[in-house]
């Protein structure tokens, strides 16, 4: 077991006594993450093509020796005896090392960095979908338990209304009717908060309970109704990676301009040849190699280089537009939804003291309860836009926060 993961499991563990909070469970997931190990793999094979590529233009020292034992017949007037042979050669690969091909390795490194970082950045942004979208259900779980409290309430009043000899057989069924139409609700609306919860705990890797989470530290609609200061584009993460494409296209092409250089080749051998004194002592020797038949490949592929990294360059232009019109539009809306939000809880306000002035006129019997259940009506429609609108900012929130790689 991996020491992040022992900590997951010891963070885990005193979430059960102490509730989880959003910055706990993106990290419990981040750990928890098959991904991000992944990640981890393919960044140390990175850093070792890196290093590998740092050697691969410099000139390769190769050194060898031999030796045989050589005898001759009475006609060849040579004596018998050992012969031997060292040598040292130096190859040397002038292609990648005028073309400085560690420069692709070092891009391909910072890019999968980035990768990874992103990927954490990902799971940030849905363990952030799952825990504010409880938190939103929760608190219609609770308007829901509060109206049906208010029509068991209701319910009594009007028992006491028949006890005193008025007729409220229709009021008593209708007042029946809604509350099994709000707790069969409620009981569609726990099983949106079980699903939900299993996906959060699919991603932590753990068995949070929907009361073991801490929604106290929530973003406030009232810190977006100002207009949103926006970043540069070129900052952000989809820009950042397009930048770094760019640069591995223009690399590769630069690199192709030297597809034709040679590779370069000498040493020296010495020869110990005892019986024969006509051998050579030493053999030095120099020589430059080409491969001429490839030229036209070379020059067609340079070319195709150039015209690859002038597109990407071009669609990084594009996109970076399109992203700061992203980010533009979505910094709006972040304040639309959070004027809405704070619109919908001043109407609910209203609806509530309309609601409880509604319930003291039934029991004094200065209304119908047709009245009464069309203004409950009018304040539950409120209620739930309250909600609905704190759940479009919180939506838009994480998402601003994601595409700014600031979710945590």
Request: net charge negative; proline share 2%.
């Amino acid at each position: 077991m991996s020491v992040k993961m022992m900590v997951a499991l010891l963070t885990l563990s005193a979430c059960g006594a102490q509730a989880a909070d959003l910055k706990t469970c993106i990290s419990l997931a981040q750990q928890n993450s098959p991904l991000l190990k992944a990640y981890e793999s393919k960044l140390a094979a990175s850093a070792s093509a890196y290093e590998k590529d740092k050697k691969a233009g410099l000139p390769q020292i190769t050194g060898s020796a031999g030796a045989g034992y050589y005898q001759y017949g009475d006609e060849a007037d040579l004596s018998n005896g050992v012969a031997a042979q060292v040598a040292v050669a130096v190859n040397w690969d002038l292609e990648k090392y005028s073309a400085k091909i560690a420069n692709l390795s070092a891009i391909e490194l910072e890019r999968n960095g980035l990768l990874k970082t992103m990927a954490q950045n990902q799971i940030a942004q849905d363990v952030s979908v799952d825990y504010y979208k409880l938190y939103v259900l929760e608190g219609k779980k609770a308007d829901y338990a509060a109206a049906a409290t208010y029509f068991e309430t209701h319910i009594k009043d009007i028992d006491r209304l028949q006890s005193a000899g008025v007729d409220v057989k229709l009021d008593l069924i209708r007042a029946g009717m809604q509350l099994k139409t709000l707790r069969a609700e409620a009981e569609d609306l726990q099983g949106d908060i079980d699903e939900t919860l299993l996906s959060l705990n699919s991603a932590t890797g753990g068995a949070l309970k929907e009361t073991g989470l801490d929604f106290s530290a929530l973003p406030d609609p009232k810190d977006q109704t100002a207009q949103v200061a926006l970043p540069s584009a070129e900052t952000l993460y989809p820009a950042k990676l397009d930048e770094l494409d760019t640069k591995s296209a223009l690399e590769s092409s630069r690199q192709s301009e030297y597809n034709n250089m040679p590779s370069l080749q000498f040493g020296v051998e010495r020869n110990v040849h005892a019986m024969d004194p006509n051998t050579e002592q030493y053999h030095g020797y120099v020589a430059l190699n080409f491969n001429i038949f490839d030229y036209g490949a070379h020059l067609r592929e340079r070319d195709e280089l150039k015209k690859t990294a002038q597109y990407q360059s071009d669609a990084a232009r594009d996109n970076l537009k399109k992203l700061q019109l992203s980010v533009a539009q979505l910094a709006q809306e972040i304040k639309l939804s959070a004027n809405a939000c704070l619109r919908a809880r001043e109407t609910l306000s209203d609806a509530n003291a309309s609601l409880d002035t509604a319930a003291l006129y039934y029991r004094q019997g200065k209304i119908k309860e047709t009245d009464l259940l069309s203004t409950f009506s009018d304040y539950f429609e409120v209620q739930k836009k309250t909600r609905d609108t704190l759940d479009e900012y919180l939506s838009k929130k994480n998402q601003f926060d994601h595409l700014l790689g600031s979710a945590k």
